[in-house]
């Protein structure tokens, strides 16, 4: 079940980003812990982000822009997702990106401790 909804989540964060962006993760690797979802985007970045990051103020821009975006459109449909998914409300999300390995992680804490009620289901 725990690896089941994982998998779920990793194909629904490639979705929602490539629907926002045009272009999504080309991976996703997603883990329950407690009450909190781990998940790592990789290979993220579009050729265009990939060009200007070979600068500080490019990796700034790209930084900078990312954030616009997730703070704007990505965070409310991440939120709507994990909870449809895993029946929890999401407390809160923490995102930092690694601009030279084109990598997101995200951090979603719950409201409950999903992998116990995982076990008991």
Known sequence: MKGMLESKINEEMIKITKEAIGRGAEAAKTRICED???????????HEEK?????AEGKRLVKELRQLLDEEILKPRFTEMIMR???????????????????YVYLFVLDKNLEEDLKSR
Do not use: A, F
């Open 51 to 55: 060009q200007i990051i070979s600068t």
């Open 36 to 46: 909190m979802i781990i998940v790592r985007l990789s290979k993220s970045l579009t």
């Open 85 to 103: 998914l895993t029946g929890c409300q999401v407390e809160g999300i923490y995102r930092d990106i690694n601009s030279e390995k084109g990598e």
